[in-house]
């Protein structure tokens, strides 16, 4: 039983209220959980929950039915987000953890680190001390390792992650390691779990191999009481009658666990099936099924591998397999947590962020920092979604009330970056936002991100959807649910700035016979029902978004890079890695071939059309802009190249930004 204590709670009461517990026979033990400060109350005591929900400093009582509490979902029914460093595990993010099984010497470990950092790792993972079933078997390099760990993990920018197998250890360990990793056989070692637990750093708890999901918790229990608050689950299979792989991989822990219990759950594929070529899909599988993240093991060279080599990935399917997770993500209404790969000197995420975006050298870091991203919305709109999977939940915002607020946020300099919707999976391109690109040349796209686009039919608590008569939302939401519609053609169709602004007007009205399409988010965010959930024709339905910012004083030579000239973009920039894509538009004269001519220009140069549009010009009958979106080979002066030669045929032309592409 959990009793949480009212924030203004006198030391005489608190006193009281113990000596009341214990005369009732329960073992008490104080502790801050969240924002709340509790007192857990476990043993055979007998209490009347309501007479003690009434007592001076009470906030209330939370009696759960499960042994274990404070790891429970009836305790805490949010997600817990836990951080690491500048990672987050947890939410809406899915957080990959690599590296070798042992650190086998500083070089092995220096390369493998600097290897899955390249393929967009966040964490680094490896054993300075291996319990190995066989006392013959490479026990470790002990704290020697673990030095040369924290030196791979600052190289590369990534918090470390490292097995602890006893109390003593883990003191001795604490200042070197950002999180502790408990093993699978000492699920169970509940004096370790209660020392890890009291030095209050994250934790990683393995699922021992033979443990039900309610030991497993009871576990993380332990940690929980002992005074940590981040704890991160992680199922790494378990023994079953089946021998073929390693282990049985329990996906169906995955969803359990995560309805049970408000940590994150991770899983670890390597350890699972044992077999190298079957971790990649057991990998997508934990995914799909709503994992939080993953630790998988890779080796540069697994033949020479001292422990775990059959099972270790080559760095080249690792690259292969971040690639699926990140196309496989947004499926699962998730997002594959990038992290810049190096600090640099005047580059800065924003605060509490874990996100992708630098700041330029012209920006002080501090006050880039502060500065807002900038977005156009209710709460729960999609393209807050999108900024809060981009900069993460709890980054500032500044919500306007158009699209082009958006830019002139940006412009003006009350935000650092904007997130703006410009294409959809089934009805192509938002024109309206296309076209501010080239009414503010001052503006690039710095980076994308495609969101998945799940439309729910949203109403009042009492409303039912057979006394519905006006359904709202903005019209792409009624063109993508167009099939759905067809089956109530007598609702009238009121259009509305975004979906959320439709959700937004049925709440404030209180109208019970009118109906919003746009996502659960949404509905959440304004107290509203979902009367259907997943209404769009297609699945396959994702909105592009970009994130925008200023383009630096380039322009006029001020605080600019030599290689910036007229129209290149300098950071902001998102995502690890050089820029792979790139966003033109332009005009051709109007002559046979002219079009050819550019198209040959990207053809020869290795550039991979991924979009062409044409689009009148405005006040110009008959005579035509084309959108492209190429992907980029290689940055830098190539392209600058190849830049110059598209200039040189074509007639007007912008280059709205180079940046990295999601796939
Ligand atoms: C490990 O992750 O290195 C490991 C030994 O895993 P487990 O404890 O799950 O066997
Ligand atoms: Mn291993």
Redo the contacts with the bound molecule.
């Keep these: 039983m959990i009793v949480v204590l009212s924030k203004d709670i006198s030391s005489h009461d608190k006193e009281m209220l113990c000596i009341y517990l214990r005369d009732r026979g329960f073992n008490i033990r104080e502790q801050n959980f969240g924002e709340d400060a509790i007192l857990g109350a476990s043993g055979k005591g007998v209490v009347d929950i309501r007479e003690l929900g009434l007592l001076p400093g009470v906030e209330r009582v939370a009696a759960t039915s499960k042994p274990y509490e404070l790891a429970s979902r009836e305790t805490k029914t949010e997600d817990t987000i836990v951080t690491v460093g500048q990672v987050k595990i947890g939410g809406s993010r899915i957080s990959v953890i690599a590296g070798p099984?042992?650190v086998e010497s500083r070089e092995q470990i220096m390369e493998t680190a600097a290897r899955v950092r390249e393929s967009g790792a966040v964490m680094l993972?490896g054993?300075a001390y291996?319990?190995r079933t066989s006392p013959y078997a490479f026990q470790g390099l002990g704290m020697q390792g673990l030095e040369y760990m924290k030196a791979a993990g600052e190289a590369n920018n990534m918090p470390i992650v490292t097995?602890v197998v006893s109390p003593e250890l883990a003191v001795q360990m604490k200042d070197l390691t950002d999180m502790f990793?408990i093993?699978?056989?000492n699920m169970q070692n509940f004096e370790l779990l209660k020392k890890v637990g009291s030095l209050g750093k994250p934790v990683l708890l393995?699922r021992g191999p033979s443990a039900t999901i309610e030991e497993w918790l009871l576990s993380a229990e332990y940690l929980l009481a002992s005074g940590t608050r981040d704890v991160v689950l992680?199922e790494?299979g378990i023994r079953t009658c089946e021998t073929y792989t390693r282990n049985t991989l329990d996906i169906s822990a995955i969803p359990v666990v995560k309805g049970l219990s408000h940590l994150p759950v991770i899983v670890?594929p390597s350890?699972a099936v044992g077999i190298r070529a079957k971790v990649s899909p057991a990998a997508l599988a934990a995914v799909a099924a709503g994992a939080d993240g993953l630790?998988v093991e890779v080796h540069p060279r697994p033949d020479e591998a001292l422990s775990?080599g059959p099972q270790s990935l080559y760095p080249e399917q690792f690259e292969k397999l971040m690639r699926d997770i990140e196309a496989l993500a947004p499926v699962v209404g998730k997002e594959l947590l990038r992290i810049p790969r190096y600090s640099m000197p005047g580059y800065a995420a924003p605060a509490g962020s874990g996100s992708l975006l630098r700041v330029t050298d012209s920006a002080p870091a501090e006050a880039a920092m502060d500065l807002p991203a900038a977005y156009c919305g209710e709460n729960g709109a999609y393209t807050e979604q999108a900024l809060n999977r981009i900069f993460g939940e709890d980054a500032p915002r500044l919500q306007v009330d158009s699209f082009r607020g958006i830019f002139d946020a940006v412009l003006g300099g009350s935000a650092s970056a904007g997130v703006v919707p410009v294409e959809n999976s089934l009805t192509g391109s938002i024109h309206e936002n296309y076209d501010l690109f080239l009414r503010y040349p001052d503006i690039a796209i710095v980076g994308e991100l495609k969101l998945r686009v799940v439309h729910c039919l949203i109403a009042h608590e009492r409303a039912d959807i057979d006394s519905l008569r006006i359904v709202r939302s903005h019209p792409q939401g009624f063109a993508q649910c167009r099939e759905f519609l067809e089956k109530y053609p007598e609702w009238v169709q009121e259009p509305c700035t975004t979906t959320a602004t439709a959700v937004v007007s049925i709440a404030r009205e209180g109208a019970i016979r009118v109906a919003a399409i746009a996502s659960e988010a949404a509905a959440k965010a304004h107290g509203l029902k979902v009367l259907r959930e997943g209404i769009e024709t297609n699945p396959l339905n994702y909105t592009r978004f970009v994130i925008i910012s200023r383009r630096c004083g380039g322009r006029n030579g001020d605080g600019c890079a030599d290689r910036c000239g007229d129209t290149a973009p300098v950071p902001p920039s998102l995502g690890s890695g050089q820029p792979n894509k790139a966003s033109l538009v332009f005009s051709v004269p109007d002559e046979p071939g002219s079009l050819f001519a550019c198209l040959k220009i990207m053809s020869e140069r290795g550039l991979n059309l991924s979009k062409l549009e044409s689009r009148p010009i405005q006040g110009k009958p008959w005579e035509y802009l084309f959108y492209v979106d190429v992907s980029i080979p290689q940055a830098g002066e190539l392209f600058d190249k190849v830049l110059d030669e598209l200039k040189g045929k074509t007639v007007d032309f912008y280059h709205l930004g180079s940046y990295r592409a999601m796939l």
């Design positions: 099984c042992a993972r054993g291996k319990p097995e990793q093993g699978a056989r393995k992680c790494r670890d350890h630790t775990d």
